[in-house]
């Protein structure tokens, strides 16, 4: 086996074993992040509609995140 494809196969196994990891520990996948300067690009608050009930998610100016329904 090449060098190489030793080492790709050798990082491949690493990745997978560090998912299995997480998964196992309660980690979150960081896939499924959304960052708060994403949702908030526009302004303080945004609004969820959530089960048929909308739900306000607003910063505070000390950065806190509060959430209202």
């Given amino acids: 086996m090449s060098t ?3 080492a ?3 990082q491949s ?3 997978s074993e560090n998912i299995i990891d997480q ?3 309660g980690m ?6 959304i960052y708060s300067e994403t949702l908030f690009s526009q302004g303080d608050e945004i609004f969820i509609q959530h ?3 909308q ?5 505070t100016r000390n ?3 509060i959430l209202t329904k």
């Fill in 28 to 33: 979150p996948d960081q896939s499924k992040f």
């Fill in 13 to 15: 196994n690493t990745v």
């Fill in 55 to 59: 739900y306000r998610l607003r910063r």
């Fill in 51 to 53: 089960q048929g009930a």
């Fill in 8 to 10: 790709t196969l050798e």
């Fill in 63 to 65: 950065g806190k995140l």
């Fill in 23 to 25: 998964h196992k520990f």
């Fill in 4 to 6: 190489m494809l030793s």
